[in-house]
């Protein structure tokens, strides 16, 4: 009869549902009191309205006391209660830390029953994700060596939730991500990299990059853990998830040095990576294509490692097939990276046909501002290192201003040293339209087209001049023929 009533009564008021609820949860029933709970925590769970009306309701420490001395069914029931209210926001996760929750819920992560150790775990792991001083806390109360303990419990679903809290806990600082490092945490989970169970993959490798994220020392401790080439696998899962996780990790360890980013193309990671590029869409991508690009940010020869992997294609592909602005952002980002080191590394990314994509979406009203600025340092860290003047030419017609005098200034560098493209520059085309340039005398800009015409004859260049044609027929009109 009562749980019936229970039921019955959750659409009503939240004051009135909480009033009614509390006296059931010290039922002398157990049955009464679990359902009683589980109401709660459905309440809470919905919306944080709910989750505040239980805190209001002076609920918590009943369910505290309550969590230490009841049987296994009551304390899953009431550990969902705390989650269920924690997840919602910090002040109501500080809630539950205020009323003493954190140590019953550490003392039930000893608990000879998984499933209340997986409870414990998840409400954890809710409380310590909102932020620093509630991770703190949770670490404080002597959380992590268990859950150290639970990711070695053979029950799978246990081994998710405590690899989550761990990942939770890690995220917000070196410090605490430290925490988890001193607990031994690292290397169990390392071991669970080729787990067939694809939940669990995903959260171990979310918690290997939630520690190595933050440092170099704690990216090394990974990588010492020897997740390499194993996690390489990961790569070519198929749950996109695993994939995305397994991208992550790899980023986080890449973007710290160039010595780490040696290892990882050592290992194989590049090329890697790109692979799983090329075999997923949307989000799935951002992570390969941001450590691609951290890659190549650090020197010339990881830059070309990238390069050599068949890179530059990829992330083409990336740049123009992707509809978010974000993702094209990372890929017009990561190959500036690719491209600003030296003229063979632009060159490299010119030949792609990229130039004219980045500059479209530069131009574009339709553009995210962070695209318009990534697409723009893209463009002049690949042309301020481009001698290759095919790709280089039709900027000349279509770049705007700003982008125009890098292009003129590449012309200018190149041409005096070669003659096959000062011919060639003429017949395209080029010589008469950079004529047609309009700069400010004095400014650089003139200074690249003064450069540009001193590599040819004074005759060619007038030729090509707007208003020389008016000039010739004027002669015409003016010329007095020779009558014998």
């Known amino acids: 009869m009562h749980s019936l009533t229970v039921d019955l009564w959750i659409p009503s008021g939240q004051a009135g549902v909480m009033s009614l609820l509390r006296p059931l949860l010290l039922d002398v029933v157990p049955t009464i009191q679990q359902t009683a709970a589980l109401a709660l925590g459905r309440l809470a769970n919905y919306n944080d309205d709910l989750a505040e009306a239980v805190v209001k309701g002076d609920i918590l420490p009943q369910l505290v006391y309550s969590l230490a001395e009841q049987n296994r069914f009551y304390k899953k029931a009431a550990a969902f209660v705390l989650r269920a209210v924690g997840k919602h926001s910090p002040q109501l996760a500080q809630a539950i830390v205020d009323c003493g929750a954190l140590d019953t819920l550490v003392i039930c992560l000893e608990d000879f029953d998984p499933g209340v150790k997986e409870a414990a775990a998840w409400a954890l792991g809710y409380i310590a994700r909102h932020n620093a001083e509630l991770s703190q806390a949770v670490v404080d109360a002597g959380a992590v060596p268990l859950l150290v303990l639970c990711i070695q419990e053979p029950e799978i679903a246990l081994k998710r939730i405590a690899a989550s809290a761990l990942s939770d806990i890690a995220k917000h600082s070196p410090e605490l991500a430290q925490t988890v490092v001193d607990a031994g945490a690292v290397a169990h989970l390392a071991q669970m990299i080729l787990n067939p169970d694809a939940k669990l993959k995903h959260q171990v490798l979310s918690a290997l990059s939630q520690v190595a994220k933050h440092s170099v020392d704690l990216a090394e401790m990974v990588v010492e853990a020897e997740i390499f080439p194993v996690v390489l696998t990961c790569l070519k899962d198929k749950d996109e998830y695993v994939k995305k996780n397994a991208c992550t990790l790899i980023r986080e360890i890449a973007k710290h040095t160039p010595e780490l980013s040696q290892l990882v193309v050592n290992a194989g990671g590049v090329a ?110 690949i042309l301020q290192k481009c001698t290759y003047l095919p790709a280089l030419e039709p900027f000349l017609y279509d770049a705007p201003p700003n982008i125009l005098k890098h292009v003129v200034g590449q012309f200018s560098k190149v041409l005096p040293h070669d003659s096959k493209a000062r011919r060639l520059f003429v017949t395209s085309g080029g010589l008469k339209k950079v004529q047609e340039i309009k700069a400010e005398p004095g400014s650089l800009l ?19 001049s707007p208003g020389y044609s008016d000039t010739l027929l004027q002669r015409v009109d003016s010329y007095q023929p020779l009558i014998n």
């Open 446 to 464: 003139q200074d690249y087209i003064n450069s540009i015409n001193n590599c040819y004859p004074e005759e060619i260049v007038r030729y090509y």
């Open 272 to 381: 890697a990576v790109i692979d799983c590029i090329g075999s997923c869409k949307g989000n799935t991508r951002l992570p390969g294509i941001m450590m691609l690009g951290y890659v190549a940010a650090h020197s010339e020869n990881l830059a070309m490692a990238v390069i050599i992997s068949k890179g530059v294609p990829q992330l083409s592909v990336c740049l123009s097939e992707e509809p978010e602005d974000h993702i094209k952002a990372a890929a017009a980002w990561a190959l500036g990276q690719i491209g600003r080191h030296t003229p063979e590394h632009a060159r490299a990314v010119a030949v792609t046909n990229t130039l004219p994509v980045l500059l479209s979406l530069y131009m574009s009203t339709e553009s995210s501002e962070d695209l318009q600025v990534k697409s723009k340092k893209a463009i002049k860290n």
